[in-house]
């Protein structure tokens, strides 16, 4: 969207709008003021400045710069319109006052006066308007001169953009007619190089299809010649392979043969070893038959043992608690591991698990420790001693054996039983008394 905007009108034509329009407001203020009651209302807008277009083009504007100056000329004139009303309403409070004076005094003479001073204050005011008018109009014609010399200005870069604009198409519509030249010029060759290369393949295919023609009739020739040998090569082979397969056959026929006779040969011999084990299976057998009564054997004579000296134990321990002055000291601790309360003046020494009987000993006052011990205690604590140093070397020898390697010639391990470690520690364990070390 555009609008027409007049050009910058010439000195001449700006000073004769400029008296026009001063003296058509001195006239209208002077009506204002005349006119009685009159006020804001009775006071009309200026009208517009009267430029004369000239011959040359219009500017064109677009539809916010229309907008911006539609409204500055709005604000302006209502500015205008204020400014006047404020005049007027000036005027028309003085009138009232100095009307008031001339009531109030009621003399004709002051009346005179007063007329001759709201006269006199009227043409002030009137040359005071006037002045501010033709000021006004000076600053809005100076306003108008700076805004059309912008639009000119504006106008020229629009049109020096546009010439650039029309210059920059044209040089793009020179590139592309030129770009299309080239592009119909390389489609020619192209064209043309593809019909050469087309000449050059039809002459290529022909040369190549006698070429093929040519190859074909000689390999044919030749296959007919391979095929003659091929037949004749294998009547060879077929009458080669006869001989092969009859010499095959019996081959294998004496093969079954002797492959059965070790069969039977085998079947003799697993036969033979089947049966001396059944007879070794036997005889083991009733080699552990009697190993295992005689273990059983033992078991209950250890046990008919193990019984009778309990029951002697227990015997012995009723006794020497009868004998005993004060019994409530180890009765609690029978034990001869655990400690002695402190002012126990009887302790057992020996343990009734043990195979010595226990016997009651007086501790010496002083020292606890000093007492003659039961041989058959310290027996059993030296065993204990040397079962305690047997397991921790065979702990350390199993620790090096696991960190070397596992061996297939340790025959002697404890943790199989049943090997000599495991005797050993059983035989330990019976000489002490049929109690384990780890009970």
């Given at each position: 969207m555009s609008?027409?905007?007049?050009?910058?009108?010439?000195?001449?034509q700006r000073s004769e709008s400029r008296n026009s329009n001063h003296s058509r407001s001195v006239s209208e203020a002077s009506v204002a003021v005349s006119r009685p009651g009159g006020g804001s209302s009775h006071i009309r807008s200026r009208p517009s400045l009267d430029i004369s277009p000239s011959p040359k083009p219009p500017v064109q504007l677009d539809e916010a710069e229309l907008r911006a100056k539609h409204i500055a000329g709005q604000l302006a004139a209502e500015k205008a319109q204020k400014e006047r009303a404020r005049a007027a309403e000036a005027i028309r409070q003085q009138n009232k006052l100095a009307s008031e004076r001339a009531e109030l005094t009621g003399n004709t003479s002051l009346g005179s006066a007063a007329g001759a001073s709201i006269r006199r204050s009227e043409s002030v005011l009137r040359s005071e308007r006037e002045r501010a008018e033709r000021e006004k109009a000076a600053r809005m014609d100076l306003e108008r001169q700076q805004w059309l010399a912008r639009?000119?200005?504006r106008e020229a870069r629009v049109s020096a953009q546009q010439e650039a604009e029309a210059k920059e198409r044209a040089k793009v519509a020179k590139a592309k007619e030129e770009e299309?030249?080239?592009?119909r010029r390389r489609s020619r060759e192209v064209k043309e190089i593809m019909e050469r290369a087309d000449a050059e393949r039809l002459a290529r295919e022909a040369k190549a299809r006698s070429e093929r023609l040519a190859r074909e009739a000689r390999?044919?020739?030749?296959?007919?010649?391979?095929?003659?040998?091929?037949?004749?090569?294998?009547?060879v082979e077929r009458k080669d392979k006869e001989r092969r397969d009859v010499e095959r056959y019996e081959a294998e026929r004496r093969e079954a043969e002797r492959k059965e006779k070790e069969r039977k040969d085998m079947e003799r011999k697993d036969k033979e070893r089947k049966e001396v084990e059944r007879r070794e299976k036997e005889r083991r057998e009733k080699e552990r038959e009697a190993e295992?009564?005689?273990?059983a054997e033992r078991e209950r004579k250890n046990k008919e043992r193990q019984q009778q000296q309990q029951q002697q134990r227990d015997e012995q321990?009723?006794?020497q608690r009868a004998m005993a002055p004060d019994n409530a000291a180890f009765l609690e601790y029978p034990h001869h591991d655990k400690p002695v309360p402190e002012g126990t003046k009887y302790r057992i020494e020996g343990c009734p698990c043990c195979t010595a009987a226990p016997r009651i000993v007086e501790i010496p006052p002083g020292?606890?420790?000093?007492?003659e011990p039961d041989p058959v205690i310290s027996r059993q604590r030296s065993q204990r001693k040397r079962q305690l140093e047997l397991e921790q070397r065979q702990e350390q020898l199993r620790q090096q054996q696991q960190a070397v390697g596992p061996s297939t010639n340790n025959r002697h391990s404890s943790a199989i039983p049943?090997?000599?470690?495991?005797r050993s520690r059983q035989s330990i364990d019976y000489l002490a008394g049929g109690v384990s070390l780890h009970d």
């Open positions: 609008i027409a905007i007049p050009p910058l009108p010439s000195s001449s639009e000119v200005e299309e030249a080239a592009a390999e044919e020739r030749k296959e007919t010649e391979r095929r003659e040998a091929e037949k004749e090569r294998r009547e295992r009564r005689e273990a321990a009723q006794q020292n606890p420790s000093n007492y049943g090997t000599n470690a495991g």
